[in-house]
Every structure is written in C-alpha cells, then in structure tokens.
T-cell receptor, first 114, second 112 residues
C-alpha cells in the first residue's frame, strides 16, 4: 500500500514558539494532502485540505494564520503551528490521497506545548 | 452536516469469539465509506472502502458490509493482534469536498 511518512513523531515546545511538521508521500505523488487533529477519545477532525501549488482550504473554525500549510511539491506538505499555546497540544495527523480516492495516513505527531 | 456514530464505544472479546462493530451514518450523497484501524499513538491504517449499498469486502478475519444507513465490520474468530480502535469515516458529495468525517471509533480488545 501507499506509504506516508510524518516527522517528527513527538515534539515538546515552549509556549509562544513555532513548530513545523512534515508529511511526505514516499512511493506515490499526492496532489492533495490533508491535516487532521485528534484529541483524546475524540474523532479525527479535519483542519485543512492542502493542494499542491495552491492555497490550503481551511475548515470552519481553524485559524489559517495560526496553522500555516505549505504544499510545495507532489510529495511534501508541511504544517507550521505558529505561536503555539498549551491548548494547541494535540495529536496531529496528515494523510495523502492515492488511488481511488483513498486517504493514507502518516503515523502522527504528538505536540506538547508547555 | 455529515455525521458518523459508532457503537459500541468499547468491546472486549475472547480469542475466537466473533462479533460485529456498527457504524451508522448520515451523509449528503455517499461517495464512499471507509474503515480504518488505529493502534495507540499511531495514524489510521486503511482497511476497506465501500461505495454502494449491498457491497461487501473481506480481508483475513474482517468483513465490511454497507447499507444505506449503516455499515458493519464483522470480525470472525478474532486474535489478540486484532486489538485496536476501528474507525469508520464517510465522504459525501456535497460541494465536491474530499473531506472524511470520522466517528469516535470502537476500541476492540481481544483477550487470549
């Protein structure tokens, strides 16, 4: 199956700093990638849809200036959490679309903001 | 708004004890229903996609079925390695979005 790599798997940062998370499709090209957030015992919630070479589409209630998404190539999308605060602590997961509209997920990034 | 409800929230089975997980959904025109498996601290692993009512798919001990209102994930003679959280998601046709709407999942524990 299609492989999606996400890095880092775990990051701790101080409040007010920025954190970048990378999502790569390793064995296929992905024109569309997605960023989700998952709180404990909650469902995955889509934050934004990232299309290669164009601006990301954000879901209602997600601050685009806080969660910067860049999809500069067909195999890489990045999510930057700017000026992170403790309430941004969560599990962030990316996915990439392959084949017949199937999303393959990365292993996720656990973000802890102190 | 598309919605997915999964039941039960948690299920404990003995090894070899077959059972089913339920996924009820409402969607504005179904493009696809997806089943994923998620292990603790990991991203979801793709299992199945179902596109129309009556469709069934199988993989090892798992079988997914679909009606117009719900999907079932049947687990036959489960093994401890089947322990995980199983997620159901739908993709609707409204607005051409490729968004997946997930349920909260069913946490399955299979005891040896």
């Amino acid at each position: 199956g299609a492989v999606v790599s996400q890095h880092p798997s775990w990051v701790i940062c101080k409040s007010g700093t920025s954190v970048k998370i990378e999502c790569r499709s390793l064995d296929f090209q992905a024109t569309t990638m997605f960023w989700y957030r998952q709180f404990p015992k909650q469902s995955l919630m889509l934050m934004a849809t990232s299309n290669e070479g164009s601006k990301a589409t954000y879901e209602q209630g997600v601050e685009k200036d806080k969660f910067l998404i860049n999809h500069a190539s067909l195999t890489l999308s990045t999510l930057t959490v700017t000026s992170a605060h403790p309430e941004d602590s969560s599990f962030y997961i990316c996915s990439a679309k392959a084949g017949r509209n199937i999303q393959y997920f990365g292993a996720g990034t656990r973000l802890s903001v102190l | 708004e598309d919605q997915v409800t999964q039941s039960p929230e948690a299920l404990r089975l003995q090894e070899g004890e077959s059972s089913s997980l339920n996924c009820s959904y409402t969607v504005s025109g179904l493009r696809g229903l997806f089943w994923y498996r998620q292990d603790p601290g990991k991203g979801p692993e793709f299992l199945f996609t179902l596109y129309s009512a009556g469709e069934e798919k199988e993989k090892e001990r798992l079988k997914a079925t679909l009606t117009k209102k719900e999907s079932f994930l049947h687990i036959t003679a489960p093994k401890p390695e089947d322990s995980a959280t199983y997620l159901c998601a739908v993709q609707g046709r409204l607005g051409g979005s490729e968004k997946l709407v997930f349920g909260k999942g069913t946490k399955l524990t299979v005891n040896p």
